[in-house]
Each structure stands twice: as C-alpha cells, then as structure tokens.
C-alpha cells in the first residue's frame, strides 16, 4: 500500500480524528451480519435470526428477495429463505448498504447528501457491472467499496457545513482535483477520512486501500489474472460522474474518463454502453434502499 515514513496509518487516523471528532460506529446488528457472513461455519438460521433484529433490515431483504431481479414464482415470506436465496455475500452488500443509507440525509430533501447519495450507489451499482462482466473474483468487495468510496466526503461535511459545500462549489470551477483542494484548505481528503472510518469498521485492507486510493490507478501486479480492485471502484467513480450522478464539473470528469477507458482497455463504445447501463440500473436499484 502506498505509505510514507512521515505519515503512517496511525499518524493520520490521530490527525483526521483530532480535527473530524470521533468517527461513527457501525450498528451492532450491522457488525454481527458482517461477521457472520464472512464466518465459513455460519448458518442462515444465524443470519436470518440477527437481522430480524432490525425491523429496516428485515423488511428490505424481503424486499429485494421479492424484487425482480431474482424472478421468483413464489413469494419469499421469511429472513431466512431471503438469505438462502440472496446468498452470504449479497446480504453482506445489502446490510452494509442499507446502513451507510441511513447516515445520509435524503428524506429530508438536502440536494447536497441526496448528490453524495446517488453517487455512492450508482458508483456501487457499476463496480458490480464491470466485476460481473470481467469475471471478476471480488463482486461483493467491488461494491462494497463503491458504496463507501466518498463517505469521507459526508463525514468532512458534517463537520464544516457550509465552508466544506462551497469548496465543492469551487471545485466546479477549477482545474484542480477535488482531493488537492481539501488538503490545501485542512491538510487531508476525504480518501484518507473514508479509509480511517473502514479501518475503525475493521474492514479488509484490501476494501480499505480500494476506497483510500480511488482517485489513482494502483500498480496491476504482473502477471496478475485480474486487474486490482481498486481500478473498478477508480473507473467506476468516473462513469457515475459522467452519468450525472455526481456534482457537475465536466472537464475533469472527461480527462479521467477518456484516461480511465485506455487503461481498462474499453472501446469507446463499451464504456458508452456501460454508462447507459448504469443509468437503467440505478434507476431500478435505488427503490430497493428507499
């Protein structure tokens, strides 16, 4: 991972925190389904009887046990079958997703975290497109990461409010990468924010470096049969950009984009037809999570 000897993890967890405050914590029921669907020797009945815990976790595995994606010919009534039919992994994704959901303000109609919102999904949503098309062993990471991709950002505004909204504002109209601007007004970015929060949820160093290093294509390790993971969340954070799902700045998305598209060695026309994609996706996908 990249490090510098001048500033190692621990430093900048300590100097993230001392100027953010204490990050959140992960639900007690979120944690549990995360442990338990990475614990080989778990069941569904474990799974099944935590989640009925939580009445909002409950109903939309229901929900997305019964949607249209999955074609049953009967309806699916119980926890339990939802997670035999979902898969460990796909409730893993949804539990995690649903509770970042709720950390964002959207019913409240605040255009700024409805924004963050979409793009965290719509980037979630096309890092499974391309892991799915690419074969990819790492579809659930790829989207896990995805949807935690920006959570800095959230967490950055929450703390300085207006003053974080017009920097973003000013992004708009500069030729400066977002990231480069938030070190120069507080000495950190919202990748090393998101990267101090999953390293606090205890995720993954994998997950974590993916969200940490977003913004670069990380070194593919030769002779590797995939490419890393962390180029599926980069490209992918590039296509919700320019799909619209992110706040407007068209000429930095488009230097990307046409940079991101080389290096993942996509025609024009495929990467086009990945964004329309993305677009019916989302579309779909986010009334599962409302």
């Known amino acids: 991972m990249p490090q510098t000897e001048s500033s190692p ?3 900048e967890v300590e100097k993230i925190t001392s100027f953010i405050g204490e990050l959140p914590a992960l639900p007690t029921v979120v944690t549990g389904v995360m442990q338990l669907t990475s614990d080989v020797n778990s069941t569904a009945d474990k799974i099944a009887s935590l989640i009925l815990m939580d009445q909002v976790l409950t109903a939309k595995v229901l929900k997305l046990s019964n949607s249209a994606f999955y074609g049953r010919a009967r309806r699916v009534s119980t926890v339990k079958e939802g997670v035999v039919l979902l898969g460990f992994q796909s409730i893993k994704s949804l539990v995690l997703a649903s509770s970042v959901r709720e950390l964002f303000n959207t019913s409240g109609g605040d255009e700024f975290e409805i924004t963050l919102w979409d793009h965290a999904l719509s980037t979630a949503i096309c ?3 391309i892991a799915s098309k690419l074969r990819h062993p790492r579809i659930e990471e790829a989207f ?9 950002k959230l967490i950055i505004s929450r703390k300085y409010g207006d003053e974080y909204r017009e920097l973003i504002g000013k992004f708009q109209t500069s030729s400066t990468n977002f990231h480069i601007l938030e070190e120069e007004a507080y000495g950190f970015n919202h990748l090393q924010v998101g990267g101090s929060l999953m390293r606090k949820w205890n995720f993954p160093e994998l997950l974590v470096e993916a969200v940490e290093y977003h913004n670069i294509w990380l070194e593919r390790e030769e002779g590797g049969r995939h490419i890393p993971l962390n180029w599926i969340i980069n490209f992918s954070n590039i296509c919700s950009s320019m799909a619209g799902f992110n706040f407007p700045h068209n000429e930095i998305y488009r230097k990307n984009w ?3 598209i080389e290096i993942m060695d996509f025609s024009s026309e495929e990467a086009e037809s990945l964004k329309n994609e993305l677009t019916e996706v989302f579309e779909t996908e986010k009334q599962l999570y409302e």
Not at 144 to 152: A, E, F, K, Q, V
């Open 9 to 11: 993890i621990s430093k």
């Open 127 to 129: 890092c499974r497109l």
């Open 144 to 152: 896990i990461s995805g949807i935690l991709h920006d959570i800095g």
């Open 258 to 260: 046409e940079k991101g």
